[in-house]
């Protein structure tokens, strides 16, 4: 009798899956963050440090899923400091919108949350067709939180009032925060287009739905 098991493919075990490449990174990076935010307040460049390089795994981790083909389970790291009731929202709104964009996605039976060609959105479709100007618009986020933390002389200071003291200044930090503040505004729009056009889809899905 002929032996057919060798040309079944091999079911993958969920253990193959939480040990996925970029998974992996995924696990350094919470590691990195929990020790980060254990000593944010007693070695501010160390707590920095370890962030930044939290943020730049995210991109790595994003380019080893489409390298080997692997999922990749999302994690979101916090505000820095003690922000203000805007930075707060701002935040909800960046998650929110991200997690309801992947949602949306998989209603419609998309492949990738990045997929926005149909969007009526020019600066939406711009943000996920170009690497680079997403690239700059994430970078300048994280970048001007950890700027204004480590300027922040104590942890309950307004980073607004921060922020904009600084900008007058007219030094290269100010020009760094400036060009910081520019991407990190585009990034809150996008936000709010993400969130919209997500909700729509929803929307429609669910009158879709209900015509059947």
């Known amino acids: 009798m002929e032996n057919t098991s060798k040309s079944r493919p091999k079911k993958q075990g969920k253990l193959s899956v939480y040990l996925y490449i970029p998974n992996i990174i995924g696990y350094i ?3 990195l963050n929990v020790y ?3 000593i944010c307040f007693s070695q501010k460049w160390v707590f920095s440090t370890l962030y930044f390089v939290s943020f730049v795994c995210d991109a790595v981790d994003g380019w080893c899923a489409r390298k080997f083909n692997q999922g ?3 994690l979101l790291i916090g505000a820095l400091c003690r922000p203000g009731l805007v930075f707060v929202s701002l935040l909800a709104l960046d998650i929110a919108s991200h997690w ?6 998989f209603l419609v039976g998309k492949t990738s949350h990045k997929d926005v060609k149909d969007s009526s959105s020019w600066l939406f479709r711009l943000y996920y067709g170009n690497r680079m100007f997403m690239g700059f618009c994430c970078v ?3 970048v001007l939180y950890i700027i ?3 300027i922040a002389e104590s942890q309950n200071e307004n980073l607004v009032d921060v922020l904009l003291s600084s900008l007058q200044q007219g030094s290269p930090l100010s020009f760094l925060l400036a060009l910081s503040l520019f991407g990190w505004a585009i ?5 709010f287009i993400q969130m919209k056009t997500a909700a729509d889809a929803c929307v429609l899905y669910d009158i879709e739905k209900q015509k059947r």
Request: aromatic share 12%; net charge neutral; proline share 0%.
């Open 140 to 142: 300048a986020c994280e």
């Open 187 to 191: 990034k809150q729009i996008i936000n």
């Open 29 to 31: 990076r919470v590691l």
């Open 148 to 150: 204004l933390f480590l």
């Open 100 to 105: 309801l964009q992947m949602y949306s996605t």
């Open 36 to 38: 980060a935010f254990a």
């Open 72 to 74: 990749i389970t999302e």
